[in-house]
């Protein structure tokens, strides 16, 4: 949500002359990173289209939880919460799941994807922020080097 505001704030910033410039975003005390230019590209996802995103979600086999969409600027940002029962198979077989889900990132203000267990537990959580330039994500630990392997043991 920071990164969202951050760049609609940096957007808004480069249109008037009433704005201070941004340059950065101190986020947590993790310093300051640099946002995007803005360059980034044109946004062009603008009304919801959860059924779509259902539909991929249960393409690469998980269960929808929840879906909603935040609308930060003029597009929209999907919230997109689900559930595999099989944390290990699926990190195995899905690299980017936030790509299988949404596709091109950039078409959205922004997006955020998080993958639990069925305890509940998270197992990735994704989110990125078009205008900032900037994404975030999270693997549970011990499942981030089944990613580039494709295999797991049980």
């Known amino acids: 949500m920071a ?7 940096r957007d808004e910033s480069a ?3 009433a704005l201070p410039p941004v340059g950065g975003v101190i986020l947590d005390g993790y ?8 360059d980034h590209s044109p946004i062009t996802i603008t009304a919801p289209i959860d059924q779509t995103i259902l539909t991929k979600l249960k393409a690469i086999g998980l269960t929808p939880i929840s879906i ?11 919230v997109v919460s689900a559930q595999t029962s099989e944390p290990a198979t699926f990190v195995a077989h899905n690299a980017a799941p936030w790509t299988d889900v949404f596709g091109d990132l950039n078409h959205y203000e922004g997006t955020y994807l998080e993958v639990d267990d069925t305890q ?3 197992v990735i959580i994704a989110a ?5 330039a900037h994404g975030v994500g999270w693997i549970r630990p011990g499942l981030g080097s089944l990613i580039s392997s494709g ?3 049980k």
């Not at 310093?31 to 803005?38: L, N, R």
């Not at 909603?68 to 999907?78: L, M, R, V, Y």
């Open 3 to 9: 990164y969202l505001v951050a760049g609609s704030f």
């Open 15 to 17: 249109q008037s002359t």
């Open 31 to 38: 310093g300051v990173q640099v946002i995007g230019g803005s």
């Open 68 to 78: 909603s969409d935040a609308q930060p600027e003029t597009g929209i940002a999907p």
């Open 120 to 122: 509940g537990q998270p």
């Open 128 to 132: 990125y922020a078009s205008r900032a």
């Open 151 to 153: 295999t797991h043991t």
